[in-house]
């Protein structure tokens, strides 16, 4: 994840049984070589905050000012520049996927559980409901007031908020989301028993707008990748078979085995062109890319990375 500038990345690590994990900046103003000392390479990685806690993801939003750090206890709002964490959400499930929407404001948090929380982040730090495929009749939530439990709420009045709740739950575990830049309204995600979905924030009581069907997967944290014109949607499989669907009507375009490991991450360039140019018209931005440029994108597998390309 860059930081605004393109030379500066944000990584975690995930820790361990005796302590936690951290928020790291890379600095890549020169090419990464692996084979450097470590006294080398760790001159180039400077730690900004540790938690006492697992990481299991982390998002930058658009601005590179702050970042959503998701662990084993919920979701973390850092401040990157006074390296301060300016709020915390508590989740009773580990949070293993995370996206800011491209306004900056709203986080999509995916859980173990399956759900899919939208978290504002211009509200105070509260704890959310549990969700689970099959709510409670009296789901036991307790609202934080500066860092202490207040008293238990009225069945009811937890009830009206876990409905009220923006959030939707998929069919197991959430491994990947994808918000659009173009739109910001839809969002894809994807959970470990393969199913891929698109979701429309306006819309989310009636489920899913649509299907993409044929992934391969069990338990796996497989990445969604998504091309600069947001048209199509490519993923990996436990099969070590690489798909790419048609985001509008799902139709299975392209599926094929290229690799003997399974392909976890893609990184499908995202601003090449000044796709999202806000002096462009975007109808006019993604023709000028399509027309002039072949898309390209890398993936990662524990054999090494690929790179993929077409017209």
């Known amino acids: ?73 919920g979701a973390a709002l850092l401040n990157l520049e006074t390296k301060a964490v300016s709020g915390f959400y508590h989740i009773r499930s580990d949070v293993l996927s995370e996206q800011f929407i491209h306004s900056g404001n709203v986080v999509l948090c995916g859980l173990r559980n399956g759900a899919v929380v939208s978290i504002d982040t211009r509200q105070k730090q509260s704890r959310l409901p549990e969700h689970s495929a099959r709510p409670p009749s009296r789901p036991n939530t307790l609202r934080v007031i500066n860092g202490r439990p207040a008293q238990h709420e009225e069945s009811s009045t937890i009830q009206k908020k876990l409905n009220s709740c923006n959030s939707v739950v998929m069919s197991s575990a959430v491994c990947s989301l994808v918000a659009f830049q173009s739109d910001e309204r839809y969002f894809l995600a994807s959970s470990m028993d393969g199913s891929i979905k698109l979701f429309d924030h306006r819309l989310l009581q009636r489920g899913a707008v649509q299907f993409y069907a044929g992934q391969v997967n069990s338990h796996t944290r497989l990445q969604l990748g998504v091309d600069p014109s ?18 509008k009507n799902g139709e299975l375009i392209f599926g094929e085995r290229i690799s003997d490991s399974i392909l976890a991450t893609i990184c499908w360039p995202r601003n090449r062109n000044n796709l999202y140019d806000e002096q462009k018209p975007l109808a006019q931005a993604v023709d000028s890319y399509l027309t002039s440029h072949s898309w390209e994108a890398w993936l990662g597998s524990p054999d090494g990375l690929f790179y993929m390309h077409g017209t």
């Open 230 to 247: 947001e048209t199509f949607v490519m993923s990996g499989g436990e099969d070590c078979f690489l798909r790419i669907w048609s985001i």
């Open 1 to 73: 994840m860059h930081l605004g500038c393109l030379t500066l990345h944000m990584v975690t690590t995930f820790g361990s049984g005796a302590a936690g994990g951290s928020v790291c900046i890379l600095n890549l103003h020169e090419p990464l070589d692996i084979l450097q000392t470590p006294t080398r390479l760790s001159s180039r990685i400077s730690q900004i905050k540790s938690f006492n806690r697992t990481i299991w993801t982390a998002d930058c939003n658009p601005h590179g000012t702050h970042a959503v750090i998701g662990t084993n206890r």
